[in-house]
């Protein structure tokens, strides 16, 4: 159990059940990821993150139980392990988003170059007020109901899309993102030709 413990401090496989990332990562594809560099000072635009989703995605598990803290540590299946969903940075604390429906989108009101992307957001979001929709379970959830402020990412925070912008459960429908969730960064995915980064 150490064992897996130092190893998962340091690297792990991972694989997408989801298209939320397509084309970058596909569905069923495994890639590997690392631990350090996850304070956010580190942190940068483009970067590929792994986080526990809040709990309006996944609100079974309770985040208090040191049995979920050991299924966190270990990976083993024996213990409750929590959800979590891969995501690309789009917004770090004080940026200002904004989404223009199948245009792109802003960041500091310059639209960002996104090649990586399926497809433009079919979505705007303009005001806090905008975020919300139908997350995992079904419900429909509004993080922010009837703020008409701007979109700035409070200290501490991140804001994260898929690259499959219109089949993407991420930051567009639950929020903000607070650092202390994030579980690692994605790093090289298996290929054809062997490991290739995740760009």
């Given amino acids: 159990m150490i064992f897996l413990i130092v190893m998962r401090q340091f690297a792990q496989a991972r694989y997408c059940p989801s298209t939320s990332m397509v084309p970058t990562i596909n569905v069923g594809e495994r890639f590997l990821t690392y631990r350090w560099g996850l304070d956010a000072s580190q942190l940068k635009r483009g970067d590929i993150v792994l986080f526990y989703p809040p709990k309006e995605e996944v609100p079974n598990i309770d985040e208090s139980s040191p049995l979920k803290t050991l299924g966190d540590l270990t990976g083993l299946p024996v213990f409750p392990n929590r ?15 904004e989404v223009k429906a199948d245009d792109g989108v802003y960041v500091n009101h310059k639209r960002l170059d996104e090649p990586y992307c399926q497809e433009p957001a079919s ?19 509004a993080p922010y109901p009837k703020s008409t402020e701007p979109i700035v990412v409070p200290k501490g925070m991140l804001f994260l899309l898929g690259d499959n912008r219109n089949n993407s ?23 054809e030709n062997g490991l290739e980064p995740i760009i």
């Avoid at 959800?83 to 988003?97: E, Y």
């Avoid at 979001?125 to 419900?139: C, F, P």
């Avoid at 459960?169 to 290929?191: E, P, T, Y």
């Fill in 83 to 97: 959800v979590v969903f891969i995501k690309r940075i789009i917004g770090l604390p004080g940026d200002t988003i």
């Fill in 123 to 141: 979505y705007p979001l303009v005001t806090m007020g905008d975020i919300g929709g139908k997350v995992g379970t079904g419900n429909t959830y």
């Fill in 169 to 191: 459960q991420d930051s567009h429908i639950f929020g903000f993102v607070n650092c202390d969730r994030l579980v690692s960064k994605a790093w090289m995915k298996f290929s």
